[in-house]
């Protein structure tokens, strides 16, 4: 299996199948980059109503080709249909929202499900047409490889691509209506004309990504890597790199893959490879990943005990908490038997100093200014200066000791 596997990463398992393995890397990429505008734009179910609406499209797609007299299996012609389709499910959405007062989440429940119960019909009429290669085009639903020519692999590289070129144009005016509109409009942006073309590439996506993924998951490729990418940084620009980075590898392995093993399907292993980077990311990530809030909780934990601990120590409390006892003895503040070291002297004092020093500076500030500066784990000198240490000290005279 892992040879096999390997080969597929190296593009050595045949030329269609790295084709189909780079085609769907630049649809991981473009949904994973594009789909990041629609996260930040709280637009993220929009793709799922567009991915539902495209199935008509297919359906009357073929029935068209077919009464044309072709097989009806040309994937320009069913993307085409689909584009049709999604197309028209955008603008049913958007007449809805604008026309009515129901909510956005209300008008793409209403399309998706129309949509997608016309075309349910429209393909089991299909089924019973005498005309035509009807075989294998349920594949619309889940995605499917099995049987891709090379014109088809080639058209989903070449689109996968120019949908990435495309949001790297479109990037910082994107941006800039995806978080603050009306300063976008008054830098003289055109937001509408964006919001258009926001919509158009995440339809063009979804389009590209029906043959791989199917329009089932192809909603996964527009919001798991986004997602994946919040998770990793705080800079939107850096949400769009590393959500498409993300989006690619996923596509790129996941085709991979399925490349390796003919049995397993394309989308779905796509989707798992994504869901796999964002489950990873949910625990690992530096900054908001669920490891990193715990190892911050503890350390806050431990902030806590240490100072409630010292305070005890310089007023002469007994100290109750086993826990506030264990972190004391641990960084040697007090010994074994709960007496205090010289260490732990000089840090109540320094603890008690601070409590007092920190009540005259709240005194001293009329406006009530400095009420949340200090929360007491961190130094009061990165709080008030050492003008403003060194006249308080002079107030409060020399320090007790600890005994």
Avoid at 155 to 183: K, Q, S
Avoid at 197 to 221: D, E, Y
Avoid at 290 to 315: D, E, T, Y
Avoid at 323 to 339: F, H, N, P, W, Y
Wanted: proline content about 4%.
């Amino acid at each position: 299996m892992f040879a096999p596997f390997l080969d597929a990463l190296l593009l050595q398992a045949g030329y269609n199948a790295g084709l189909v393995t780079v085609g769907a890397a630049l649809l991981g990429i473009a949904g994973g980059s594009g789909g990041t505008f629609l996260f930040l734009r709280k637009r993220s179910l929009v793709s799922d109503g567009m991915a539902h609406a495209t199935l008509p499209g297919v359906g009357l797609a073929f029935m068209v080709m077919v009464a044309l007299g072709g097989d009806g299996r040309s994937l320009p012609g069913l993307l085409l249909g689909s584009a049709l389709s999604a197309t028209l499910g955008l603008l049913a959405i958007e007449w809805i929202v604008s026309r009515t007062r129901l909510a956005e989440d209300a008008a793409i429940g209403a399309v998706l499900s129309v949509f997608f119960g016309f075309g349910i019909v429209l393909l089991t009429i299909i089924q019973t047409m005498s005309g035509g290669y009807q075989a294998g085009l349920e594949g619309f639903l889940l995605g499917s490889t099995a049987g891709m020519l090379f014109q088809d692999a080639l058209l989903i590289a070449i689109g996968g691509g120019l949908i990435v070129g495309l949001v790297f144009v479109l990037r910082r005016p994107m941006t800039l209506v995806a978080f603050d509109t009306e300063f976008a409009a008054a830098a003289g942006i055109g937001v509408r004309r964006i919001d258009l073309a926001m919509m158009g590439l995440v339809m063009a996506v979804t389009v590209i990504g029906l043959k791989l993924v199917g329009l089932i998951l192809v909603v996964a490729m527009l919001i798991i890597p986004p997602v994946t990418a919040r998770l990793w940084t705080e800079r939107t620009e850096r949400v769009v790199l590393v959500g498409g980075a993300f989006g690619g590898v996923s596509g790129y392995v996941g085709a991979a893959l399925s490349a390796s093993a003919p049995n397993l399907p394309t989308g779905p292993i796509i989707v798992l490879v994504a869901f796999a980077l964002f489950a990873c990311s949910l625990l690992f990530a530096p900054g908001r990943g669920v490891l990193a809030a715990v190892i911050r909780h503890r350390r806050f934990q431990w902030q806590v005990h240490r100072r409630q601990g010292l305070l005890a120590l310089a007023r002469e409390e007994p100290i109750l908490d086993p826990l506030t006892l264990s972190v004391l003895r641990k960084e040697g503040l007090i010994r074994q038997d709960a007496v205090v070291s010289e260490k732990g002297r000089a840090a109540a004092a320094k603890a008690l100093l601070d409590e007092r020093r920190w009540a005259i500076a709240r005194q001293r500030s009329e406006d009530g200014s400095l009420d949340s500066h200090w929360d007491g784990l961190t130094p009061i000198e990165s709080v008030l200066t050492h003008d403003e240490i060194a006249e308080i000290d002079r107030q409060i005279g020399p320090p007790a000791a600890v005994r």
